[in-house]
């Protein structure tokens, strides 16, 4: 987990354009891309995001690294694939925004640490490395409880009547969290898919 | 090249060019028209090609004289395909005013009934034959060249346009019908959905072509069509507005005066960006959404009529054995010294002018193939 991306001399620098058509998966794709808007236009989010899919390949293609790694676009995709389906050029755009999520947090870009999705999702991992399954409930703490008690308990004031309203309608379960049987299986995969990525990003050029 | 209104750019109709080469064959004894026909098997080498002809039976002879008695004989209506559908004729129908050879069809859904009777009794020349059957034959030839054409790829597989479901979402063939004088609405551009003339419309470019979901390649004469679908549309109405959605427009060297003259005109507007979807809206209409990626605004813009600018695809080909598609189904010879050539949108997507001069040349290559 060493291998950074090339630090940028300038604004502009293509050694970083060059690093992500080598190493993102699908970021070759990249190079097909004709600036048609069709994946931002077709983003239920695109109105949130400060440059969208597009532009963010625009930025890359110019080698605008510390612009590209700083934008909430990483953070606001919501992972519905529109765009993947959609993109006349087949590039795997969302895949193609997570792997530049991963490497934003990777070379500890500020956005990455204050971002809530990233928040979120620690929680997601934190619930299925425990337990084998995500559970709502567990999630919902961890992501609560990050940024200090006091602000845990605001906010779960906060959506105490929706969670109220959940438990009527039988959406959110009063019981123990399930857990999975051979837990000690699943860290096994765990550990092996980290070894994986561990060699796949040490043979990063 | 019949259905089209007219032809950019100079916007002359295309029936002048037509009676000169329906005049030409007609005069030329060595050359022989089988129509309805189409082709089943190609096999055997230059100088010695079978060619195995499917013909479809019209139920009329040839002693038709397009008088026409026997389409005011049936109340019975199909769908009118050279409108693409969006008219309806007669069953006994004149397939169009420039119709080679100028004889009656039949259509196969009336045989059976007591109409085909009636049709029958109408013609006083006793041209109708309703036994007519489906024949096969083979012809002996020694170079062959592919003039198949083609056919405007289905809108309805670009499912964010909602072509199936928006009534004023059209594509444009079907604009270039309802434009033409010969067409449904004798030439008058109105909407589909409730007949009013449209005020605010909407080209998109690229619809299905160079996009690897649909056609990978650029049709190359869409971005010019639609041009001149805009000169339609400012030549009806003097307040009507026109948006062009587009990617890059492709108007190759001489076509780029014609773009020019179009764009200057400030009801014209062009928009950088490929629609994302057309939605429909709150009454019914079309909306289209996408990114201008100029301004990087999300837009969402309802309109009166949208056109969608679909592709050309190789039509008459699929299926035939023996005939040399590439990829896409165009017909591209590998060897072109084996006596096989292709002319026209048969070859690759092309205009009317580069289709006649790929035509003149496959001819040169066939005559000096066999020589």
């Known amino acids: 987990m060493t291998t950074m991306s090339p630090t940028p001399t300038r604004p502009y620098d ?20 004709m600036q048609c808007g069709v994946c931002s236009g077709s983003c239920p989010l695109s109105t949130t995001m400060d440059n969208g899919p597009r532009k963010t390949f625009m930025m890359i293609r110019a080698g605008m690294k510390d612009a590209v790694l700083k934008s909430d676009t990483l953070w606001n995709c919501v992972s519905c694939y529109n765009c993947v389906v ?19 947090v990777r070379e500890g870009y500020a956005p990455a640490r204050t971002s809530e999705t990233n928040k979120f999702v620690k929680g997601f991992t934190w619930s299925f490395e425990t337990f084998g399954r995500t559970d709502e409930r567990i999630i919902s703490l961890f992501y609560y409880f990050q940024d200090g008690f006091v602000a845990g308990i605001k906010k ?21 969290p399930h857990r999975i049987k051979n837990r000690g299986e699943l ?10 990525e561990a060699r796949h ?5 | 090249m019949a259905q089209l209104n007219r032809y950019f750019p100079k916007l002359c109709h295309p029936t002048c060019g037509l009676e000169i080469n329906f005049q030409r064959i007609r005069r030329n004894p060595k050359v022989k028209v089988f129509t309805l026909a189409s082709v089943a098997a190609v096999t055997g080498e230059r100088g010695d090609y079978t060619v195995t002809v499917r013909q479809a039976p019209r139920y009329v002879k040839a002693n038709c004289t397009a008088c026409g008695d026997c389409a005011r004989a049936t109340e019975m209506k199909v769908q009118n395909q050279f409108d693409y559908n969006l008219g309806k004729v007669s069953a006994a129908y004149l397939p169009h005013e420039m119709a080679f050879p100028m004889r009656y069809v039949i259509a ?19 041209a109708v034959d309703l036994d007519e059957k489906e024949s096969t034959f083979d012809l002996h030839v020694g170079a062959i060249v592919w003039a198949t054409g083609w056919q405007p790829y289905d809108a309805a597989r670009i499912s964010p346009y909602r072509y199936a479901y928006l009534k004023d979402v059209i594509t444009n063939v079907e604009m270039e019908r309802l434009a033409a004088p010969n067409g449904p609405t004798q030439g008058k551009i109105v909407r589909p959905s409730d007949g009013v003339a449209p005020k605010k419309v909407a080209l998109i470019q690229c619809a299905g072509s160079r996009d690897y979901n649909h056609l990978e390649y650029c049709s190359r004469i869409c971005c010019l069509a639609s041009m001149k679908h805009a000169a339609y549309m400012r030549e009806q109405s003097a307040e009507a507005t026109v948006d062009i959605y587009y990617i890059d427009i492709r108007a190759h060297d001489k076509l780029e005066a014609f773009y020019r003259k179009v764009v200057n005109d400030p009801h014209v507007r062009l928009i950088k ?6 939605k429909i809206g709150p009454d019914g209409g079309p909306v289209v959404c996408g990114e201008n990626t100029i301004t990087r605004e999300i837009y969402a813009e309802p309109y009166d009529l949208v056109v969608l600018a679909t592709g050309m695809q190789p039509a008459g080909v699929e299926g035939v054995s023996g005939a040399p598609v590439d990829a896409y189904g165009f017909i591209v010879p590998e060897d072109e010294t084996q006596g096989i050539f292709s002319a026209g949108v048969a070859s690759g997507p092309l205009d009317v002018s580069m289709s006649v001069q790929s035509a003149t040349a496959a001819a040169l290559k066939a005559i000096q193939a066999i020589r």
């Open chain 1, 14 to 33: 293509l050694g970083f354009t060059r690093w992500v058509y080598q190493n993102i998966d699908g970021g070759d794709r990249m190079a097909l891309c």
């Open chain 1, 201 to 205: 990003t040490a043979g990063r050029k």
């Open chain 1, 86 to 104: 959609r993109c006349p050029r087949h590039v795997p755009v969302a895949y193609i925004l997570h792997e530049l999520a991963t490497l934003a």
């Open chain 1, 156 to 176: 779960l004031l906060a959506f105490k009547s929706i969670a109220f309203a959940f438990v009527k309608v039988g959406r959110l379960p009063l019981g123990l």
């Open chain 1, 187 to 196: 860290k096994k995969m765990l550990a092996a898919a980290a070894a994986i």
């Open chain 2, 108 to 126: 196969p859904q009336v045989l059976g009934t007591p109409e085909a009777e009636r049709i029958k009794a109408a013609c006083k020349y006793d």
């Open chain 2, 273 to 278: 960006s490929k629609p994302a979807e057309i």
